[in-house]
Antibody, heavy 118, light 107 residues
């Protein structure tokens, strides 16, 4: 069974840092591009970042560029999102999602909640 | 960044109704358009990609069409489990952008 499990969310003060993880199973992680998508409370979806299978290409939303860093460890089937200089507006559920060929974001994790508040 | 505008923002319909949701892009995006369904407290679920390709396991009452700037998601006969929020996503270029969502409610 294909599974994506996020962790690392929590409560952090503005200006703080968090590192989110997404551990996958049930498929060969090495071959798939991955994404982070977030959803603020009661709001819509916002794409955050994407990374290709070999970490050669990384993309970011303007709202997080320079503060967030996406990475992956193919040996450990893990995707990461390092979040620095967190702002109140970064408060959201963060989902990781897999790309399968043309099927963009075909499998999602259950999400991890990040709350930025003083 | 490419903007996606969904309409309507909300919609009331009955079981058995035919429903159409529209997504308009601020510039041409070929057929690089994806549709998701999201239920409360759950992660989004992929329905359709490249505008009209049905994801495996998704019922055939869902269909997508369009190219360029105008796209539609159609549910041919609403079922109780279809009441949810629907989002479109353009993956034509980065930054990817989502539409604001369409909440489909029971009349």
């Amino acid at each position: 069974e294909v599974q994506l499990v996020e962790s690392g969310g929590g409560l952090v003060k503005p200006g703080g840092s968090l590192r989110l993880s997404c551990v996958v199973s049930g498929f060969n992680f090495n071959y798939y591009s991955m994404n982070w998508v977030r959803q603020a409370p009661g709001k819509g979806l916002e794409w955050v970042s994407s990374i290709d299978s070999s970490s050669g290409y990384k993309y970011y939303a303007d709202s997080v560029k320079g503060r967030f860093t996406i990475s992956r460890d193919n040996a450990n089937n893990s995707l990461y999102l390092q979040m620095n200089s967190l702002r109140v507006e970064d408060t959201a559920i963060y989902y990781c999602a897999r790309d399968f060929a043309l099927a963009r974001m075909d499998v999602w994790g259950q999400g991890t909640t990040v709350t930025v508040s003083s | 960044a490419i903007q996606l505008t969904q309409s309507p923002s909300s919609l009331s319909a009955s079981v058995g109704d035919r429903v159409t949701i529209t997504c308009r892009a601020s510039q041409g995006i070929r057929n690089d358009l994806v549709w998701f369904q999201q239920k409360p407290g759950k992660a989004p679920k992929l329905l359709i990609y490249v505008a009209s390709t049905l994801q495996s396991g998704v019922p055939s009452r869902f269909s997508g069409s369009g190219s360029g700037t105008d796209f539609t998601l159609t549910i041919s006969s609403l079922q109780p489990e279809d009441f949810a929020t629907y989002f479109c996503l353009q993956d034509y270029n980065y930054p990817y952008t989502f539409g604001q969502g369409t909440k489909l409610e029971i009349k």
